[in-house]
């Protein structure tokens, strides 16, 4: 038996090793583990192996938590596992990790972890803590997303999204919204990259919350740094920030087909992050913004 996982690498990197540390001592499968059902009964059961975490990108934030998200190739779903008795030992962050990441790279995990404290600072409910802390995300990672894009090798700016990225992770705790809900489901189902997929659905998933979240723009905006106090302030600075960072404009531009948009739908509706979003959408409403966010983009 071995001492411990050690997952290094990115969410991807992290999460199967996080797969591994939940069934490395137990004969439970790993379905058994999804979030949606109850918890295994790992009594009497060998402990969950120690678990460190290092990312090499910033990010997920997938080093902050026990939970993981994996495909389900049976169903082209893909579904969190996790259990309440699991989560990292120790998280390790050394932005010396980070500064081989192509630009390409760092832009599209940089927006993953902007999208991340973004979406959970508009979860409904009372946490401050949380939403202190998505707050505090947003502004290390809008001061310093740029500058780590621009040069690799800025350890300060590497060190600022880190942090950045690691206190979104915590602050999805809160939950996320249909940003995370679609971009799941299109990865599912076309391999896509996770944080480009987010980042090309946040727009349209910004227009259908506008009148949910109008509320807690101007605190974002101040976060973000950004002149005004206006939900249009806050979209048009996205849509540059996008601009800047060469995002394709519509999911259409990186191979999704409308045909597809029914059953990206109906998947994301079973994703926990849907549950949490600011607007509940109906089937014909997350359909339609599907459709959007294929079709229209920004």
Known sequence: MHDGVIAVGGGSGMDGG????????????????????????VSGQTPFPPLITIPTTAG?????????????????????????????????????LCTGLPKHLTAWTGLDALIHALEAYCVPGFHPMCDGIALQGLQLISAWLIPATQRPDHLEARGGMLAGSCLAGVAFLKGL??????????????????????????????????????????????????????????????CGLLD???????????????????????????DSAAATNPRQASPEELHTLVLDAIIQGR
């Open 18 to 41: 996080k797969a591994i540390a939940l069934t490395a001592n137990n004969c439970i499968d790993l379905w058994a583990f999804e979030y949606e059902s109850p918890p295994p009964d």
């Open 60 to 96: 997920t934030g997938a080093e902050t938590e026990g939970t993981a998200m994996i495909t389900e190739t049976g169903r082209m779903l893909k579904l969190c596992i996790w259990h309440p008795q699991f989560r990292p030992r120790a998280a390790l962050l050394d932005p010396a």
């Open 177 to 238: 919204g249909l940003v995370h809900a679609i971009s799941h489901m299109v990865g599912a189902e076309y391999d896509t990259h996770h944080g480009l997929t987010n980042a090309i659905v946040l727009p349209a998933v910004l227009r259908f919350n506008r009148d949910t979240i109008v509320g807690k723009v101007p605190a974002i905006n101040r976060a973000m740094g950004i002149q005004g106090d206006s939900f249009e302030d806050l979209y048009q600075f996205v």
């Open 244 to 270: 800047r960072l060469q995002i394709p404009r519509s999911l259409a531009e990186i191979g999704v087909a409308t045909e597809s948009a029914g059953q990206i739908a109906t998947k994301a509706a079973l």
